[in-house]
Nanobody
């Protein structure tokens, strides 16, 4: 069983930055693909970004590419999301997710491909 706990959300003005963290329990973290998703009010949960187990392959959603950066520290069982140049449309609950299947390069982007989810952390960007 894997438990994921997100932190770092909050209220920030447009143009500002936030760094989200997700700490995972369990021994399989270093072989897991980790992803970030978000869900705005009244909208479906959407893919934000993901990183492979080795940390050398990433993929970003179109709306965040160039502004957000995902990274991981396998020694700390942690994955991070650095969010810069935030916009009001980035307002959402952000979820950390884990896919325990090992991929050397491929990075899954579909919700159903991730087996474990955190409880989410709220990010609010004011205009």
């Amino acid at each position: 069983q894997v438990q994921l706990v997100e932190s770092g959300g909050g209220l920030v003005q447009a143009g500002g930055s936030l760094r989200l963290s997700c700490v995972a329990s369990g021994r399989s973290f270093s072989r897991s693909t980790m992803g970030w998703f978000r869900q705005a009010p009244g909208k479906e949960r959407e893919f934000v970004t993901a990183i492979n187990a080795n940390g050398d392959s990433t993929y970003y959603g179109v709306s965040v590419k160039g502004r957000f950066t995902i990274s991981r520290d396998n020694a700390k069982n942690a994955v991070y999301l650095q969010m810069n140049s935030l916009k009001p449309e980035d307002t959402a609950v952000y979820y950390c997710a884990a896919d325990n299947r090992y991929y050397s390069v491929y990075v899954p982007t579909g919700l159903s491909q991730y087996e474990y989810w955190g409880q989410g952390t709220q990010v609010t960007v004011s205009s």
